[in-house]
């Protein structure tokens, strides 16, 4: 940052130099030294604003095989499960999450993007040693989330903040007036922290549980009054969360599709078409999964006999089944299309994994941490017992 500096005041005063003054004299307030002035000021900007910014993105990660640990004393009593759930709630409100824990032992990670950082949280009754495992990609934040996680610490417990003495107030001499004391500054509230899954710590949200899929479907209508069945067959794409909304795409062709009477469509000889699927999926026992569906969507094709095309409307209203075995599902459905025809629909495809499921499947990959034993003490030999005399 002090190179920085002293590279935009050495340019700045460039401009102000004796020489430029000089030039200005000699050709007066011409426009052309007006814009080589206003040109320079903009480069000696653009080079200090560059030299700051990659000044600021270069800060090393902290050295904490050489950073003492921080050690919070704890001013008042507490049993030992209340300071580990204070630990605990502190964690959650500051979004980081409990990766491990052990008797007296808690270590907690907090993911952003491009960042990992662990501390290592050792309590007893009356303190914490916070020691730091992991910064990567943390650089100069690392102090700070490491202070804020100890004030919300600090907060649970209903502990004074650390830089604030709780000494008696001093007494004042005759005819001099005491100060007042220093009141403790309020912890600011936290936000309600979101619901996260315990494993990867990641926000329940709908976009890290909802996956992607893909399928082959195919269905057939009875249309009531027409000749023979309308086969279908459809490829779907779409999300699907396990509980909860989600949506498809279809483009699907049918032969022998009825026309609408009552809107002057006569049937065709066959049609392709597009559909939108929305869906309300209910986990039940696993691998079943339950969900109404409404689709909309238009089919095109030539009329029998003079073969002139016309659009038909679909608006479909149906129930269906879906089973999981791993990321591939079949589903099945049934209902009526536009009121008045039952269909029959099978589907099967593949669906890719959530952020949460993948998160939970890079974690189980990981190598697990070895628990240190420790050396067994050796046994004293036994002096061999002399025997009784005869």
């Not at 007036?177 to 936290?190: F, N, Y």
């Not at 699927?277 to 209910?282: A, K, M, P, Q, T």
Request: with cysteine; proline share 10%; aromatic share 8%.
């Amino acid at each position: 940052m002090q190179v920085t500096t002293r590279l935009c005041t050495l340019l700045h005063n460039s401009v102000r130099s004796p020489t430029a003054l000089a030039l200005q004299q000699r050709f007066g307030s011409t426009r052309a030294f007006a814009r080589g002035m206003k040109f320079h000021k903009s480069v000696v900007i653009v080079l200090c604003l560059l030299g700051s910014g990659c000044w600021q993105r270069n800060v090393p990660d902290p050295d904490l095989s050489s950073t003492p640990p921080h050690v919070l004393a704890l001013r008042y009593d507490h049993e030992a499960a209340e300071v580990r759930q204070g630990i605990v709630d502190a964690i959650v409100k500051r979004r980081w999450m409990v990766e491990r824990e052990a008797p007296s032992e808690i270590v907690t990670r907090l993911m952003k993007t491009g960042v990992t950082v662990r501390l290592r949280l050792e309590y007893s009754t009356d303190r914490i040693v916070i020691t730091g495992v992991t910064a990567l990609g943390a650089g100069r934040n690392y102090d700070k989330w490491l202070s804020n996680l100890e004030q919300s610490i600090l907060a649970e417990l209903r502990e004074p903040a650390p830089s604030v003495t709780s000494e008696p107030k001093p007494v004042a001499a005759a005819g001099t007036e005491a100060r007042p004391a220093v009141e403790a500054a309020p912890v600011p509230e936290e936000p309600p922290a979101p619901i996260v899954d315990p494993v990867t710590g990641l926000a329940l949200t709908w976009a890290n549980r909802a996956s992607f899929f893909i399928g082959a479907r195919g269905s057939l209508g009875v249309p009531p009054g027409a000749l023979g069945f309308a086969p279908s067959f459809a490829i779907e794409l779409g999300v699907a969360p396990p509980t909860g909304f989600g949506f498809g795409l279809r483009a699907l062709y049918m032969s022998n599709p009825p026309g609408v009477p009552f809107l002057g469509i006569a049937p065709t000889e066959y049609g392709f078409g597009a559909l939108a699927d929305f869906r309300y999926y209910v986990e039940t026992v696993d691998p079943l999964i339950l969900y109404p569906t409404i689709s909309a969507g238009f089919l095109a094709g030539p009329t029998r006999g003079s073969m002139q095309n016309v659009a038909i409307p679909l608006f479909n209203l149906g129930v269906g089944v879906k089973l999981k075995f791993g990321n591939l599902f079949t589903t099945f459905e049934f209902g009526v299309s536009g009121f008045t025809i039952p269909f029959l629909a099978l589907n099967v495809g593949y669906e890719s994994d959530s952020k949460i499921t993948k998160e939970q499947r890079r974690i189980e990959a990981l190598p697990a941490r070895a628990t240190p034993v420790a050396p067994v003490a050796p046994v004293a030999p036994v002096a061999p017992v002399a025997p009784a005399p005869g």
